[in-house]
């Protein structure tokens, strides 16, 4: 049986964490690259040549071809969310680091974990 890298990885401390992924653009280079491992490829058109632009807080693609927009996170777990992407990351990187889990009561205590859930309460009453 082939090991499983994702298992067996390095373990990543909160300063390493935050060093990767603790700004938006971190993480939406991490997102671009996890998505688009040879560049941005056309989900419609398949070309790779194409201009990137900002819709709102979204980075966003315009195929040269087709003209096509697709944003960095349509059709992924982050599509339709107006949660930052850094706020993601950060609740992902704390939910992998315990054995048995974390529980969204945990996740929403301010003091221990930072209080993600509360941060991802208090963007969306902004967006709305
Ligand atoms: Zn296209």
Redesign the pocket.
Known sequence: MPMNRIQFQAELSLPEFLDRYGTDENCEEAVEAARWPDGFR??????HP?SVFRKGTRKTFQ??????QCSLTAGTLFQNSHVPLRLWFLAMYLLSQTKTGLSTLELNRPGKRGGCLVEVKRQRRLAA
Do not use: F, I, N
């Open positions: 056309c989900p419609k058109c398949g070309a194409h195929c040269s071809a087709c003209r096509y």
